[in-house]
């Protein structure tokens, strides 16, 4: 139950959650389904805590913190590949029209959208989900995940599933920036990206930076975390990104 498993123990451990606590009208980190709720309310992770985030930048928000398992997919891919390695595991790669080509009793189908066709099943579409991979970020002190709604300050309301602000970090890779999430779109209009891409930039600067860091290229930790967290403490945070 810590992220720990016997054969493979890499790319799996808890990390802190923080999404917003506002309602709909008003500005800043909004309250957000992040999909941890159903496990947190069956006691297979601990509830919710709301407190005060404090980002090295400056930036203030009531927020709450879950906690949920991460994986490191290419952590944790290298590893297993690693270990079928070492116990002489052949991987054979086929071209597939149809599932019923495969003849075993388990299938794990992550074709995405070629599900489609694969298991003939015409209700699977498209999603446009635009992350943006960071450079020089210090990930061993960004050790936690924000995923929330936001309103920015003075703007108008974002409903839209082009025009809302999801904020979005992650430290996968060299640290992922996001995000958008549009159905039945399959990242085909160039424009409409262009937009999306701006549009993440945009919010994020506001969401964890202030006016004093415009001309920072790189965000690094200014302040350590703190080892308690109620709604009285402040949990400081590391901002994560880099300034354009």
Not at 207 to 232: K, M, N, Q
């Amino acid at each position: 139950d810590q992220g720990i498993h016997p054969i493979v123990n890499e790319g799996a451990r808890l990390i802190d959650v923080y999404t917003g606590t506002g309602k709909r009208g008003e500005s800043g980190p909004l309250e957000t389904y992040t999909g941890i709720e159903p496990f947190s309310d069956a006691g297979l992770l601990p509830k919710p805590v709301p407190g005060l985030v404090e980002f090295s930048t400056g930036k203030r928000y009531i927020m709450k913190k879950y906690r949920t398992y991460f994986m490191d997919t290419v952590v944790l891919m290298n590893a297993f590949n690693r270990l079928l390695a070492e116990k002489n595991i052949s991987i054979s790669y086929k071209t597939l029209g149809s599932l019923d080509e495969v003849k075993t009793n388990v299938v794990i189908n992550a074709s995405g959208l070629g599900a489609r066709k694969l298991s003939d099943d015409d209700r699977v579409y498209p999603n446009l989900g635009l992350l943006l991979e960071l450079q020089g970020q210090p990930l061993e002190k960004l050790d936690y995940i924000v995923y929330t709604r936001f309103q920015p300050e003075g703007e108008p309301l974002r409903d839209s599933p082009i025009d809302k602000a999801d904020i979005y970090f992650m430290p996968r890779s060299g640290g992922l920036l996001g995000a958008t999430f549009i159905d039945y779109n399959d990242g085909s209009q160039h424009k409409l990206n262009e937009k999306l891409f701006s549009r993440i930039l945009k919010d994020n600067q506001e969401f964890f930076w202030v006016l004093s860091y415009a001309r920072s290229e790189y965000i690094h930790d200014l302040l350590s975390f703190l080892s308690t967290w109620t709604y009285e403490s402040i949990h400081r945070l590391p901002a994560a990104g880099r300034q354009t």
